[in-house]
């Protein structure tokens, strides 16, 4: 199987390309993986290209959005009481259309839109067993500057004890132990689309000449230590003692055990995610003055990303308890964060717990 790296070692300007056959394409794994299992009906595949389809129209009106006016502020807020940006009115519609269409999902949960969205797809004669919970457009903040953004979702099944007809969120209310699939793309200086369904992470890059995600990064891992932290340090203030310890043990000098470790903090979490499960890693945030449950949110943007992180090797905690562990009680329900390197968040966790001595044998 070819890889971004195969590919590169002999790249000049006419095998830039990528040829086809040389690169598997996001549709052909992801049958050929449902293939493996010998009662699958193909639904699956098709929600995963629906949500592939919507995020090449989300990537193709993102590198044009100086032109066509859609950047800035619709002048609403979201539910969260945050600004919405007309990109992500924009990216929230276009992945509820996509996902409609294709008659695969029953139920969605969108970080732009108050209520979970049910789509009646049994109705209409689609299967729609399946429930998607997203951030259409996560770090939206950062689009008027040209600063990389991401899509984050999340895929569960119907309980089996649900109304298939009329799937009501406490449908959705699941511990990410019970994901059959997450995912993100990140839109940065190319576009990738990382996901996992429990048999490991795998990446796939956009080559807009086709407009097909190739196979880039299979079995991706993360390093079990890295030399990147990442936070918001501008609410120091607000931090507990451990984490201030913590950071503070970050920053020390120390050449033996790799500090002072570097700080990288683009506030576009699916970006910051992305670096730091390529390059070895933390990701932080904490609980704050101005966010007492952390900003993050567990259902779309926590569970998928922690989800991502464990297969890869990664860890994820709110700082006591594991992510994936936690009993969701509403859809935009908040947590703490700490994800990515395994070494690097159990540190972090010693030290939140107030037993830095427990972090002593890990590697640095
Ligand atoms: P969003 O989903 O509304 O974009 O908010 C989440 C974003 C993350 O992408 C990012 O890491 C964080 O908020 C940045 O927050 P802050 O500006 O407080 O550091
Ligand atoms: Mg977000």
């Not at 299967?127 to 990389?148: E, F, K, R």
């Not at 449908?171 to 940065?188: D, K, N, R, S």
């Not at 196979?215 to 932290?229: C, E, Q, V």
Request: proline content about 5%; aromatic content about 8%.
């Amino acid at each position: 199987m070819s890889t971004a790296n195969d590919a590169s070692s002999n790249a000049s300007p006419s095998t830039m390309d990528a040829q086809l056959g040389e690169f598997e394409t996001l549709e052909q794994f992801i049958i050929e993986q449902e293939d493996r299992f010998p009662h699958s009906t193909g639904s699956f595949s098709r929600l995963l290209r629906d949500i592939g389809l919507a995020a090449k129209i989300v990537n193709r009106d993102m590198r044009k959005a100086g032109l066509i006016d859609i950047y800035g502020s619709t002048g609403e807020t979201n539910v969260q009481g945050e600004v919405q940006q007309k990109m992500d009115a924009l990216a929230h519609r276009e992945f509820v259309l996509a996902l409609r269409r294709g008659g695969e999902c029953c139920l969605i949960g969108s970080e732009e839109h108050a209520e979970a969205i049910p789509l009646n797809t049994k109705v209409e004669g689609g299967d729609g067993d399946y429930i998607v919970l997203l951030d259409p457009l996560d770090g939206s903040s950062n689009i008027d500057v040209c600063v990389s953004v991401g899509t984050i979702f999340s895929i569960y099944r119907l309980p089996d004890d649900h109304d298939e007809e009329e799937p009501t969120l406490d449908a959705a209310l699941q511990p990410g132990t019970e994901q059959v699939a997450a995912g993100y793309v990140v839109y940065g200086s190319s576009t990738m689309f990382v996901f996992t369904t429990g048999n490991g992470v795998h990446g796939f890059t956009l080559d807009p000449s086709i407009g097909e995600f190739l196979l880039s990064h299979p079995n991706l891992t993360t390093p079990d230590t890295g030399n990147i932290f990442s936070i918001n340090v501008g609410y120091h203030h607000s931090f507990q003692e451990g984490l201030r310890n913590y950071l503070d043990w970050l920053q020390e000098f120390d050449p033996e055990t790799n500090r002072p470790v570097k700080t990288r903090y683009i506030g576009s979490f699916v970006t910051d995610f992305h670096r730091n499960l390529l390059k070895g890693g933390i990701y932080m945030y904490p609980a704050t003055q101005g966010n007492p449950e952390g900003k993050l949110r567990l259902m779309y943007e926590a569970n998928p990303m922690a989800f991502i992180a464990e297969q890869a090797g990664g860890r994820a905690t709110d700082g006591h308890q594991p992510i994936l562990e936690k009993t969701p009680e509403k859809l935009h329900q908040r947590t703490p964060l700490f994800i990515g390197s395994d070494q690097m968040v159990r540190r972090a966790e010693a030290f939140l717990q107030g037993e830095p001595e427990r972090a002593e044998t890990l590697k640095t």
